[in-house]
């Protein structure tokens, strides 16, 4: 019999077999990279709004507290969305001419709100609370990162499932005493697992047995 | 020709006419039959794609399931396929590991079966998703969702079952189909020079050479490559059984966790396994009858083999009559009211027509089997083989339907009647294996060439055929691979290779067309070889996976319901089983392929004249070239043996 196949051939097939593994392996590892990756989910990047409301002057430089916007962050599951009344009550005053304030001048003399566009979402078919978070001391950067540092906001951390199990597993971790849930420059201590085993017994938190049940978050 | 009942080869039948048999069925003319029954298969084909589209726009409730019936056609198809598909694997490797001589010549046709309708079930455990496209999320990967498959659900149970059947049942079919497809790859060589008599193979000759050149991954029908490929086909056939029990045993246990009257029979792990064999049997029988007819191949596949086919039917469908006098029996007098009232669903209920048809296309029409002329009747064994088909899917819908139909919570007593897209889907995946089958069946060799020529009477082997006209130029200082010397007997060459053995001359290599015991004993290739490192490959598989749903619903993820123990291992059986038997299997290819140095497409034995007769009628001893390697004293050795070879040639690298 002559040869069917030349003396290269058995090189080109272990190459080929080579390629599809390592397609089948790096396509795996590609697509399990991009479906955690910070592109995936839009970290970084600030989307349009109506008006480039800055938290870097507002809270940075000016120092107003969370509070005074997101009025129902500490009673209700949501922070709150400011209308435009509150805008208003400082800059009726100042900056009363800007351009850039236009649409909030608008929306005032028509009644319309302001359609600012969602920066943090969170899926349906998740419950999320609030009040029940910045309570128990859980600060506001632990999830939104330091907006006080934004010029424009834009979404700080991925919100996938295993972002939120990392703390309801480890609470301790991330948990604060009451005055340091608006500090966004806090960060935690060298014995920050022995403060927060105690605040975590303190406010009732039951890790194991609640925080990591799938009804705590999927009701 | 007059043949004998048990005689399961005819007596006119040589080792060439064997593998014209096979050659025929791949390279003869295509029938308008083959062409009609393509058509009608990719029509059905046509209606699968349409019918799932249109349940990934709309969901399950296209195929009329509900509450109460949340199980219907997907799961009565799925079980029903699963069935076929172990019930095949089941024919093919039990009477392997027992040596049955009958066989090889439905071996082939059997795990075909086997592998393809592994393929149509596998496509409902996806479709049946209420979101298909995330039919990923049964399996154990990385997520960013931190969490772990419910490792206790059947689901996940079924997703390495099947996933584990499909790597076993494909393994014991391509280990088998290596010899034969190098068969065929020999035999377009023979075409594309002209050896053979209608001439060369036409314009793609040499791609289809290549083509079965590439899928014999470099056969090439040497004494090491037969018995590691034995001791692989054992080894993964005995896994195969395993992986099998613990697929139909654990379906049934999936059944018994579920609070329905009528599915917590003890006997029911037992029932799923003897109702997979009576549909696997009844279909390959189907498949055998129907190729045997289409590709004349009543000299090999004989009344013999409907006979043994025939009385397997008659003893399965006597083992189900049993199982079902068993269970109603238990059932009558069980005194729970619940489930006599589920018994007497079954047998005068709105769906009582799946009950009447088990019996009367189940397990009446086997009895006709107790009759010799009913067994070695092809049309009458057909007939039979389908309506046991047909049967065995009405125990299914039987089993599924009518017990989930029954509620007995007045607010889900709703009525449930078969969807059209339910019975469009089910066809469709009948196209699918048909299709499948069809190609399988014309591209792939039919037969097992080696077991069936293992049974041709002494003296088959040497047709005379004439010596390969084929000539190498080898000029005079090319570098030399051995010295090969053709025979025609494969006592001729044992006996040759033994007396050589003593001279030391060289590197001594058998090739002969069926594997050789006195071959591998003489090359000093016994020994345990592949079948440890299988083991140790299931033993190791099996303990991952256990310590994996362990580590994950016990530690990582404790999720303490039902009262079960933190460490249920109990719930994690049936995948432990399944996925032993896939890394056993794994193993012991990539043992064989190694081993065998596999695939190796272009090799100096490739380079002896006429070596494609190794596959066919001839037997090559090859001295191969050590240091000091002197062909001529070779040469001389072989001359002065009493067994004179066909022809001795000198082999370039």
Redesign the interface.
Known sequence: ??????????AI?RLVLLVAAVLVVGGLVVA?GI??SNWAYGVGVAPTQPVPFSHKHHVGELGIDCRYCHTSVEKASTAGIPPTWTCMTCHSQIWTGSPMLAPVRDSLADDKPLHWTRVNRLPDYVYFNHSVHVTKGIGCSSCHGAINTMQLTYRAH?F???FC??CHRNPQRFIRTPDQVWNMEWQPGADQERIGRALVAQAHIRP?AQL?DCSTCHR | MTVHPTTLIRSDQTFESVGRSIEQAAFGKVQPAWWLAVAASVGLIGLLVVSVGWLFVEGVGVWGNNIPVTWALDIVGYDWWIGVATGSLVLSVLPLLLDRSWRGAIARVSETVAVLAAVAAGIYPIIHLGRPWFFYWNLPYPNTMVLWPQFRSPLYWDAIDILGFLVVSLSVWYLGLLPDLAGLRDRAVDRLHGDDREGSGGRFARRIAQFYGVAALGWRSSAPHWHRRGQALRIIGLLGIVVVVSLQTGAAVMFAGAPEPGWHDTLQPVEFVVVALFSGVAASTLVVVVVRAAFSLGGVITEAHLDRLGRLLLGIGLLDAYCVATEMFATGTSGNSYAVASMAQRLHGPHAWAFWTMVLAGLLPVQLLWLKGARQSPPLLLLIALAVCVGTWADHFMVIVVTLQHDFLPSSDQAYSIGLWAVATFLGSCGLFLFLLLLAMRLLPVLAAAPVRALTHPGAESTRTPVSSDRIDLPKDAPLWGVAAEYDEADQMIRAASSLRQHRLGRIDLYSPVPLPEAAALLSLSGPGIRPLAVAGAVLGGAAMMAMCLLATGYDYVFLIGGRPRFSWQAFVVPTVSFAALSGTVVGIAAMLFGNRMPRLNHPAFNIPGIGGATRDRYFLVVEAREEFDPGAVEAAIAALPDRPLVVHRVRR
């Open positions: 019999m002559r040869q069917l196949f030349a003396p290269g051939a058995d097939l399990g479906s955690r991925a996938t499932m295993a199990l990392n194991g990591s």
